[in-house]
C-alpha cells in the first residue's frame, strides 16, 4: 500500500509594533499583515462572550467603537490575552491552518527580554496552540539572513524602535546593540503636529493613518539635505497636493523632506538620540577590531521606516564620510524590507537543518524551559 502526504510547509510569523507578519514558510512573502491591535467592545452586549474581541485592520474600520489594546508596544510583549487573540486570528482566521499540524517560527518583538519571553512563547505556542514544534528567533539575525549573509550590522527601523545590532556569523555582538526611541510613529506623529495647526481633523486615529499614508507616499530622503531645497526652490516644485481617504486634500511642501530627515538630524525635533549614522558607528566601533571591516562593508537596511526613497543613498554617503579611510563601505538595501525579518525565517525554515532548531512540544514539556537554548 502506497500513502502520500503533502509535506506540511511550517509556518512563520514576525510579530512587530506596527503590524504582525505571518505566512506559510515555502511562501515568498507573508501572505499576511495583521495590524497591533485588539479591539473590545465599549458597549456592553449582553450577547458578548469573554471571546468577543476584534482584531487588527478590523479594529480600524470603526476605532470608535472599541476599546484599542496593543499587545506589542515599543517591541515588548506588554498584553498577553491580546497576544493570544491576534495569533488565534492569525492561525484560524487568516492563514485557515490548524496550529496543531504546523511547526512554527516565530520572529520574536525587537526588544523582548530573552528568557522571560521565550518561556512565555513556549507555553502559549505549545499551551494554548498546541503547537508541535517551535523554532523562536531574533529579528536582527533573520533579517540578516533574508539578504544571504550571517555577518553584518542590521539597521532596523521599524514602527516604535530603531535598533542598530553588529552580528558575527550568525550570533549577536551583545556590547554593539543600540536602540533608540526614534522611527515611523515618531516621523507621523512629527508630521501630525506640524499639520493639525491647520486641521484638527489629523490628531484623530483616521486622520493620523491619513498622514501615515502620506508619509510613507510622499516623503524622501536627500543626498545633501540643504542642497536639496535650493534646487527645489529654484524648480519651484516643492509643493505636492495629496487626496485623503475622506476626500480632502492636503498640500504639503518641505516637511515631504525634513520629516525623515529627523533620522539624520535628530535636532530638528528635540536632539533626543544621536543621529543615524553616528549610531551605527558606535555600533561599529564598540566591536573588535578584527571584525570591523566586514561590519562596514555588510551594513543591511531592514524595516518598514527604511523605505523612504533615498534612504540607502542616503547612509552610504554619510557612512563614507565616517568609516576610516581606505575602508570599504557598502550598504545593502532589500526590496520590501519591512518584510525582511519574516523572509530570513522562511529561508531558516526551508533548511535541511530547520528540525534540529525547533524545541517539540513533547522535549519541552519533559525538560521544561531548560530545553531553550
Ligand atoms: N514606504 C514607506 N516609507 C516610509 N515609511 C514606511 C513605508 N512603509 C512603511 N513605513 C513605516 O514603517 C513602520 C512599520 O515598519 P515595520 O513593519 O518594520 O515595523 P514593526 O516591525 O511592526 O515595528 P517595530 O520594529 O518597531 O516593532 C510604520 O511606521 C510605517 O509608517
Redesign the pocket.
Known sequence: MSCFEEEVSPVVI????????AGLANQTEPSV?VR?LVGKSKRINIFATEGDVYVGNEVLKCASRFKIIQP?Q??IIVNEPSFDAITDHIFWKELNVYSSAQPVVVIK???SPLEEKEEFLCNTFFGNFDVPSLSIRD?AITALFSVGRTTGVIV????????IVAIYEGKVIPESTIIVPL???H??EHMVRILSGEDSYYETRAGKEAI??M???A?FLAEDYDQEFQNRLKEKNLMETFELPDGQSISVTEEIAQC?ELLFNPSLLDGRCKALQYLIEDCIMACNEEVRDALWYNIVL????????G?GERVYSEIKKLAPEGTKVRIICGGR?????WKGGSILAKLSSFSQACITKQAYYESGSSIID
Request: glycine share 12%; net charge negative.
Open positions: 514576525d510579530y512587530g509594533t506596527y503590524s504582525i507578519k499583515e497591533n506589542i515599543n517591541g518583538p525587537s526588544q529579528s532596523d527601523s521599524g514602527h516604535a524602535i530603531t535598533k522611527a515611523g510613529d516621523l507621523t501615515r499614508t508619509k510613507e507616499k516623503c525623515p531592514s524595516g518598514g521606516n527604511s523605505m523612504f526613497e534612504f524590507r519591512e518584510y525582511q525579518p
